[in-house]
Nanobody, 122 residues
Framework: QVQLVESGGGLVQAGGSLRLSCAAS????????MGWFRQAPGKEREFVAS????????YYAEIVKGRFTISRDNAKNTVYLQMNSLKPEDTAVYYC???????????????WGQGTQVTVSS
């Protein structure tokens, strides 16, 4: 069992930056691949980025590639999402998730956090 708690969301102007954190409970964090997803009002949850257990492999959605960076610190049981050059269309609730294998598909993830709101003003 893994419990995930996101933090770091907030209100930022277009062009600004935020860093999201996702803290995991338990001793098995390093055995899980981690992902970030987001959901805007009226839209389906979409993939943002994912990272393998040791951080060797990462995947990004095309719409965030070059602007967002996913990373993890297994010693701190935390995964991060550095978001730069934010756009109003990045506004959404951002969720972190854990899975046994790195994936871009939300349905494969077993564990989810409660989400953190990111709002980008124009």
């Amino acid at each position: 069992q893994v419990q995930l708690v996101e933090s770091g969301g907030g209100l930022v102007q277009a062009g600004g930056s935020l860093r999201l954190s996702c803290a995991a409970s338990g001793r098995t964090f390093s055995s899980y691949a981690m992902g970030w997803f987001r959901q805007a009002p009226g839209k389906e949850r979409e993939f943002v980025a994912s990272i393998s257990q040791r951080g060797v492999t990462t995947y990004y959605a095309e719409i965030v590639k070059g602007r967002f960076t996913i990373s993890r610190d297994n010693a701190k049981n935390t995964v991060y999402l550095q978001m730069n050059s934010l756009k109003p269309e990045d506004t959404a609730v951002y969720y972190c998730a854990g899975d046994r294998s790195v994936s871009v598909v939300a349905g494969t993830y077993d564990y989810w956090g409660q989400g953190t709101q990111v709002t980008v003003s124009s």
